[in-house]
């Protein structure tokens, strides 16, 4: 049986998004990361215009997937409803040591910081091109002073 270790997908949407295809896809990608995968380590979802839904169910496969090491989920469409679903994921998740959210549409409620006072695994975290600011970027500061 073959042992997949990383994945790399990128689902390409030809003219106006099908809000229900994409959310179906989203799905399946959260559920295979739950019940399926016993190997998979870093899976590259990148570039996959994934919304808050695909981030709010990935969130729930964090909870209990106890393989990933690294899960890059940048240059989506992941606002603040998705950024807080993978941030309270994270405050439960202890293999994750590398995620990248950087160019999504996170903003300083996207609850990064709170999870980083929690996270003892977290090594990485990319936030840049998102929509954070100063507040935001102190916030963050002052969550890492105290890990």
């Not at 808050?52 to 997937?65: M, S, W």
């Not at 903003?107 to 929509?131: F, H």
Request: proline share 1%; hydrophobic share 40%.
């Amino acid at each position: 049986m073959t042992q997949l270790s990383s994945l790399k997908l990128a689902v390409a949407f030809s003219g106006s998004r099908d809000t229900t295809a994409h959310y179906a896809i989203e799905q399946a990608i959260a559920v295979c990361l739950t019940t399926v995968n016993k190997t998979l380590t870093q899976p590259d979802l990148r570039n996959n215009q994934m919304s808050d839904r695909g981030g709010e169910a990935l969130a729930q496969a964090l909870k209990v997937n106890n393989t990933l090491t690294q899960l890059d989920l940048a240059s989506n469409e992941i606002s603040d409803r998705g950024g807080e679903a993978v941030a309270q994921a994270l405050k439960v998740n202890n293999t994750l040591t590398q995620l990248d959210l950087g160019w999504n549409k996170i903003s300083d409620r996207g609850g990064e910081a709170q999870a980083l006072k929690v996270n003892n695994t977290l090594t990485q975290l990319n936030l840049q091109y998102n929509k954070i600011s100063a507040r935001g970027g102190e916030a963050l500061a002052e969550a890492l002073k105290r890990t």
